[in-house]
């Protein structure tokens, strides 16, 4: 699976983006698919996650409310819609395919993604 973000830039406090990741590959179906962001000296971290489906979605504490993950599997995108954004979201976001197939459960862990994307960079000012 290869994947290529796009949709980032710079937003004020308040406002909103949509991020879009588009996937090569014949089995973009059997992944979930997640959303994670890394900002300047910190670790990457979990945001979103839609299961391969599309039947579930989590996110984390930080943007339940005001991100949503949704995913397309007749054109193999996955997208993010981000509202209400705030300075504190700004951060290099990636997109990322599970490493295992039909896994059972959501992983929000790193390392549990195997596919990622170039990432694209979100800032916020305030």
């Known amino acids: 699976v290869q994947l290529v973000e796009s949709g980032g830039g710079l937003v004020q406090a308040g406002g909103s983006l949509r991020l879009s990741c588009a996937a090569s590959?014949?089995?973009?179906?059997?992944?979930?698919m997640g959303w994670f962001r890394q900002a300047p000296g910190k670790e990457r971290e979990f945001v979103a996650v839609?299961?391969?489906?599309?039947?579930?979605?989590y996110y984390a504490n930080s943007v339940r409310g005001r991100f949503t993950i949704s995913r397309d599997n007749a054109n193999n995108t996955v997208a993010l819609r981000m509202d209400n954004l705030k300075p504190e979201d700004t951060a290099v976001y990636y997109c990322?395919?599970?490493?295992?197939?039909?896994?059972?459960?959501?992983?929000?862990?790193?390392?549990?993604?195997?596919?990622w994307g170039q990432g694209t960079q979100v800032t916020v000012s305030s």
């Open positions: 590959g014949r089995t973009f179906s059997r992944y979930d």
């Open positions: 839609v299961t391969s489906s599309g039947g579930r979605t």
């Open positions: 990322a395919a599970d490493r295992t197939p039909g896994r059972l459960g959501i992983s929000i862990t790193p390392g549990e993604y195997g596919y």
